[in-house]
Each structure stands twice: as structure tokens, then as C-alpha cells.
């Protein structure tokens, strides 16, 4: 697998809190994404990232901010966790050819 | 930005049995991708398809691109309880963004 971590792996939440979910990759690619996956919807992209300090909004972007600082590190904020937003939440990133290499998730619950 | 149908969304299968997938699109691709996820687990890349008309092959495993690179086939000949998970096509929308169909979930019964 390639060397992509998620952190946290779980969490429960309240309406109302904020969250940051952690990205941290070792392959030094140029790439990173933000999906999450619910049931009848498949991957759905949040926000992608094509730099550092570049980033870009996915189908899914309402309710979700996201920062990149470093090459290695793609965070992912709810700045206020609604119930909607629970989910499983995959990072990846990707090589030249295209090819998504995914993180192994986080999956989130929002009370 | 594009679409992608991906059919059937679940596939119940006596093991020993074959599988199809199918996976189309309204606009002429550039290539296809498939993915599969095990029950609790991330997806992972199986293949890439680029040709018109392309197969290609894994074991058990036929991929297949449409002559028209409008539409694309997994096939799993003979399938094992191991098969099982959903697969997944993904469509290249370009500068880097793929687009993910809504899976096919597979279940194989011993």
C-alpha cells in the first residue's frame, strides 16, 4: 500500500463542533483528494489539492474547508458538524498516470 | 462534469459462478479505471484502460473498453468468496480529478 495515513481513524461528534481530519502522506505526490463515501452514492469528491497552498472545490464542497501546508499533510475541516456529514471519509492521492491510492479512512459520526 | 452509469448496484452470485459489471459514460472517454473495495477496507486500483477496444486481463478477471470509449465491462470468471467487495469504474475528467461510478457491490454465497 502506499504510504498514506488517516488520522483520526474514528470519531463521534456533536452538531454544532468542529473537525479536522488528517491527511499525512510519504510519497511526496503532487495530488491529494478529499472523497466521502455513503451508501447509493459511491466516492464523492470534497476538495482536491494540486500544490501546496493550491486548492480546488470537488461536487461536494459545501460545509468543508481544506488546507494544505505541506506537501506531505491535506487537512480537512467541518467547521460546524452537521448530521449529513457523517460518513466515511477517504484521502488519496494520485501518481502521474492517474492512478488513486487511498488512505484507509475515517469514518465520522455526527450526533 | 462527467458522468458515469455503473450497473448492476448489487450482484448475488453462487460462488463458482460468473460476474459482470458495467460501467457507461454519455461522453467518449479518455480511459477507464477500476477499483475494488473490500468490506470494511479502501478502495484499490486494479486497472487502467486506455485503447479503444481494449481487454486486458487479471486470472480470473476480464476488463474490457468499448470500441466507442463510451462504456467499459469487469467480468469475473468463476468467482471465489475472496471476490468479494465492490468494484468500482472511475473516469478520467483531466487535470488530475476522477470522477468515481456508484459501485457495483458483489456478494458471493458458498
Known amino acids: 500500500d502506499a504510504g498514506i495515513t488517516q488520522s483520526p481513524r474514528h470519531k463521534v461528534t456533536e452538531t454544532g463542533t468542529p473537525v479536522t481530519l488528517r491527511c499525512h502522506q510519504t510519497e511526496n505526490h503532487r495530488y491529494m483528494y478529499w472523497y466521502r463515501q455513503d451508501p447509493g452514492h459511491g466516492l464523492r469528491l470534497i476538495h482536491y489539492?494540486?500544490?501546496?497552498?493550491?486548492?480546488d472545490k470537488g461536487e461536494v464542497s459545501d460545509g468543508y474547508s481544506v488546507s494544505r501546508s505541506k506537501t506531505e499533510d491535506f487537512l480537512l475541516t467541518l467547521e460546524s458538524a452537521t448530521s449529513s456529514q457523517t460518513s466515511v471519509y477517504f484521502c488519496?492521492?494520485?501518481?502521474?498516470?492517474?492512478?488513486?491510492?487511498f488512505g484507509p479512512g475515517t469514518r465520522l459520526l455526527v450526533l | 462534469g462527467q458522468q458515469v452509469m455503473q450497473i448492476p448496484q448489487y450482484q448475488h452470485v453462487q460462488e463458482g459462478e460468473d460476474f459482470t459489471t458495467y460501467c457507461n459514460s454519455s461522453t467518449t472517454l479518455s480511459n477507464i479505471q477500476w477499483y475494488k473495495q473490500r468490506p470494511g477496507g479502501h478502495p484499490v486500483f486494479l486497472i487502467q484502460l486506455v485503447k479503444s477496444g481494449e481487454v486486458k486481463k487479471q486470472k480470473r478477471l476480464t476488463f474490457q473498453f468499448g470500441e466507442a470509449k463510451k462504456n467499459s465491462s469487469l467480468h469475473i470468471t468463476a468467482t471465489q468468496t475472496t471476490d468479494v467487495g465492490t468494484y468500482f469504474c472511475a473516469l478520467s475528467g483531466g487535470y488530475q480529478k476522477v470522477t468515481f461510478g456508484t459501485g457495483t457491490k458483489l456478494q458471493v454465497i458458498p
Open positions: 489539492s494540486y500544490g501546496v497552498k493550491d486548492t
Open positions: 488519496a492521492i494520485s501518481d502521474p498516470q492517474e492512478t488513486q491510492y
